[in-house]
């Protein structure tokens, strides 16, 4: 079976598409792989009452264990090889920037410094800054960067009835429609500065963080999703975990912390925003 193309296929049918995704390789050869596995499966124990109590009274809730074990191990393998990174960044006005792999392997030493620059200099003036990689899923899926992509098909999971129904549910907001989203990656020397997510015209209601990060992360690590009152002081922080969804409703004062140089590659995440 030498050169036929490795295949998973997700049974669930999305949107009508069956899909279908590059998956393994032994050796120097190929092995079709017809896989009755579903990619993005909802844990059933969770407490849906006890979560949306807890979201109207703080506006914000931690879902632990949102998908099954064996699922989320999938995800977190397709965010660690699967995904090719590039950069997202802004070093006050000077940006947003979304740099594709392509562009940030291309970059030569002296404008990777230039922009580092510029990012620490905002930030050490109070101006908004971050600096993370990124994929931008819902981009490359409307512009076709790779059809029938793991991520391709993780944002159908994201869009489809199980999961909005979930989450409006929570919300109790049964007006929302749709969600984007991007994959990202928090590794040493990573932040994101506070900001609200006060963007009305993008009809953003609840901000999500689909958590797969090292299962062992330590708080030493930075990286927290932490909340802050009007003062400036942190009413909580909600440490980076593996199989984890964070739910916020927007604009809500928050923050994802320095990520130190000696903190593991380990923090990723799907995150977005669930629109009416």
């Not at 579903?38 to 969770?46: G, H, K, R, S």
């Not at 000077?94 to 620490?120: E, W, Y």
């Amino acid at each position: 079976m030498s050169g036929s193309k490795a295949v998973m296929v997700c049974p669930s049918g999305i949107f009508g598409l069956p899909g279908k995704y590059p998956y393994g390789r032994v050796g120097s050869e190929c092995y079709i792989i017809a896989m009755i596995q579903a990619l993005f499966e909802i844990d059933p124990a969770i407490d849906v009452v006890a979560l949306a109590r807890k979201f109207a009274q703080d506006g914000r809730v931690q879902v632990r264990n949102i998908l099954t074990c064996e699922t989320a191990q999938v995800v977190r393998g397709i965010l660690q090889r699967e995904t090719p990174w590039g950069i997202a960044c802004q070093g006050g006005q000077d940006g947003p920037h979304m740099l594709r792999q392509r562009d940030v392997a291309t970059m030569n030493l002296a404008a990777r410094r230039a922009l580092g620059t510029t990012i620490h200099q905002a930030a050490a003036r109070g101006e908004y800054a971050v600096q993370f990689s990124q994929y931008p899923i819902l981009t490359a899926y409307l512009e076709k960067w790779a059809p029938d992509s793991p991520q391709d098909l993780l944002l159908e999971y994201i869009n489809a009835e199980p999961f909005l129904a979930l989450v409006r549910a929570i919300t109790t907001m049964p007006g929302l429609l749709k969600a984007d989203a991007q994959a990202t990656l928090f590794g040493p020397g990573d932040f994101l500065s506070v900001h609200s997510d006060s963007h009305k015209e993008e009809r953003w209601r609840v901000a999500y963080v689909l958590n797969f990060a090292d299962p062992q992360w330590r708080p030493d690590w930075g990286g927290y999703l932490n909340f802050l009152d009007e003062d400036g002081d942190i009413v909580e922080g909600w440490r980076p975990r593996f199989n984890c969804l964070n739910l916020l409703r927007v604009p809500q004062l928050h923050q994802v912390s320095y990520v130190p140089p000696f903190a593991p590659i380990g923090r990723f995440a799907i995150t977005g925003w669930f629109r009416d």
